[in-house]
């Protein structure tokens, strides 16, 4: 990146100028939504008086993260066809939400998955194991996030190391600054006004690919092909996954991570409880949909632009990963390296893509704390006559404010966690750190979800093996995988003890996760609580005695 170091000057100033700007209206934000009361209610779910299109836009913002801003637009400006799974998993997993999860959550739970699972079985074992798979899927996410600051600040600041780093640092600071002064409400106008930030950008940008192609998608796809240096092969099937049986085989695990993945995330579940109603609800993911869907099919435009205009090997020179593939398409939209079109639309893209990582990684943060908070400290350290009163709906006052100043320094833990372990992970591509953290919230999350909610047998130990039988062995494949060791690109290159053959665990994670909860239920002695399944599903259908 050393050439780059040359052309960055230009637009350095202006680019510190925006994220100044939007740094400080964001704090602004926060300091408005902290001076309301610090309720458990108001802090982890906003008091619950969102919009449905309000709540749209912050789906939408949580959901459009620098993994599909600068990760996805990348992978196609790498391996053309290929790049668009992640596209396409990415959308179509919201069909899942919209059909199976989103109303079903708001009715049965208050702020988080382990209240949905704790409605009809033991809430101790169910409440821990849940918490623990949450808190792991969101410091997957959020790793994904602060790499993606890294490697946009790197480019802009001439790819020093020391800068990455830094930004890695800051951004974790401002995560827990975010989360621990405004809670829910703050986090959302953030994402608000993040997602306006974002799809103005990112339609600016396609409407200026489009044109310098006369609107000719043809034209585009061929000087795609060209700039790639991969020729015809670029647009067909099988450059990155087609290679072999086992690529292919990765090919179809990364697609179950990402359909799968999106029931099962944390921060995604915890926005349905900020609206009023199951309704709103269900209308905030069809808002969110429309947004969501409209991205995507621009990130292809953008990613192929990427090709066309700026080189693959380019692309590939900035960032092996790809992760600068949309602000040097903006810089060559502009006029190219040094000249002033060129730096400013280079800095704003870069202050939107910097807007669109804080936002997103305050509402990740925000609900792994609330699951440290009300999911395993107000389950492991209170008495059970505590946690009763809890989930009866009965909170107190003393019991709010425990968890909300738990869930405050969760959120420095938290930070420090993820801080440190994206500094570990700055050569990943951002897309595909994101889809692990799909695989893992598919293989844990999920399977415990969905039988909780629909299958009568389903019992606590089903549970809690669902959970800890995905959780485990996605994380433990992960850990064998070429991910960790064996590659020039794993995070320790300099040995090798991989033995999973696969980048991604989905494949082989989700299917046990599925499996050990169908095997804890019926090799249990404790019968399935018939009562309470029937009182949950009446709950779920209708939102009678919904929080």
Do not use: C
């Not at 830094?166 to 809670?183: H, P, R």
């Not at 969501?292 to 380019?314: C, P, Q």
């Not at 995905?470 to 090798?496: K, Y």
Request: glycine share 12%; proline share 3%.
């Amino acid at each position: 990146m050393a050439f780059l170091a040359d052309g960055t000057g230009d637009h350095q100033g202006l680019a510190i100028v925006l994220f100044t700007v939007f740094v400080s209206v964001t704090l602004a934000i926060t300091a408005w939504a902290g001076r309301r009361r610090t309720s458990s209610e108001e802090f982890f779910a906003g008091g619950r008086l969102f919009t449905p299109a309000e709540n749209g836009f912050a789906i939408a913002g949580d959901y459009m993260s620098a993994a599909s801003f600068l990760g996805i637009s990348g992978l196609i400006a790498l391996f053309g066809y290929d790049g668009l799974l992640y596209s396409v998993g990415f959308f179509v997993a919201w069909l899942i939400v919209l059909m199976l999860v989103a109303e079903l959550v708001r009715n049965v739970g208050r702020y988080t998955l382990a209240d949905v699972l704790s409605a009809r079985m033991r809430h101790r074992p169910v409440r821990i194991a849940a918490g623990t798979a949450s808190v792991t899927v969101s410091i997957l996410y959020l790793v994904a996030q602060m790499v993606g600051a890294g490697s946009l600040v790197g480019l802009l600041l001439g790819g020093t190391g020391s800068a990455r780093t830094w930004t890695v640092i800051g951004v974790g600071a401002l995560m827990v600054v975010y989360v621990s002064f405004g809670g829910m409400r703050a986090t959302t106008w953030i994402q608000i006004v993040k997602t306006v930030l974002l799809m103005g950008g990112t339609v600016a940008l396609t409407v200026m690919v489009l044109v310098k192609f006369h609107g000719n998608v043809d034209w585009l796809l061929r000087s795609a092909v060209t700039g790639s240096g991969q020729g015809d092969a670029f647009l067909a099937p099988g450059l990155k996954y087609g290679a072999s049986g086992t690529s292919r085989l990765d090919f179809i695990s990364l697609g179950l991570a990402l359909v799968l993945g999106t029931a099962g995330l944390p921060h995604i579940l915890s926005r349905f409880y900020t609206v009023p109603t199951a309704r709103s609800a269900r209308r905030s993911v069809v808002w969110a949909i429309g947004l969501i869907g409209a991205f995507y099919l621009m990130t292809i435009v953008l990613g192929f632009g990427a090709a066309a205009m700026v080189g693959s090997d380019t692309v590939r020179t900035s960032n092996e990963a790809g992760n600068t593939a949309v602000p040097l398409l903006a810089e060559a939209l502009g006029g190219g390296s040094g000249t002033t079109g060129g730096a400013v639309l280079f800095a704003v893209v870069g202050s939107v893509a910097f807007a669109t990582i804080l936002a997103v990684v305050a509402g990740i943060t925000l609900a792994s704390s609330a699951s440290v908070a009300h999911d395993l400290y107000a389950t492991v350290r209170r008495r059970p006559r505590h946690a009763a009163r809890r989930d009866a709906g009965n909170p107190g006052g003393h019991m709010e404010e425990d968890e909300v100043r738990v869930a405050r320094f969760a959120a420095v833990g938290i930070g420090a966690v993820a801080i440190a372990l994206s500094l570990l992970a700055q050569d990943q591509n951002i897309a595909f750190l994101v889809g692990l953290a799909f695989a893992v919230a598919a293989s844990a999350n999920l399977p415990s979800l969905l039988y909780s909610l629909f299958w009568r047998r389903f019992t606590t130990k089903g549970a809690v093996w669902s959970i800890y039988g995905g959780l485990v062995p996605a994380l433990t494949l992960v850990v064998l995988s070429p991910v960790t060791s064996g590659q020039a690109d794993s995070l320790f290159p300099g040995v090798d003890f991989h033995v999973f053959p696969l980048e991604n665990p989905g494949l082989v994670s989700i299917p046990l996760g599925f499996f050990a909860g169908w095997l804890g239920t019926v090799l249990t002695r404790e019968p399935a609580d018939e009562a309470a399944f029937a009182e949950t599903e009446v709950r779920s259908l209708t939102g009678a005695g919904a929080v």
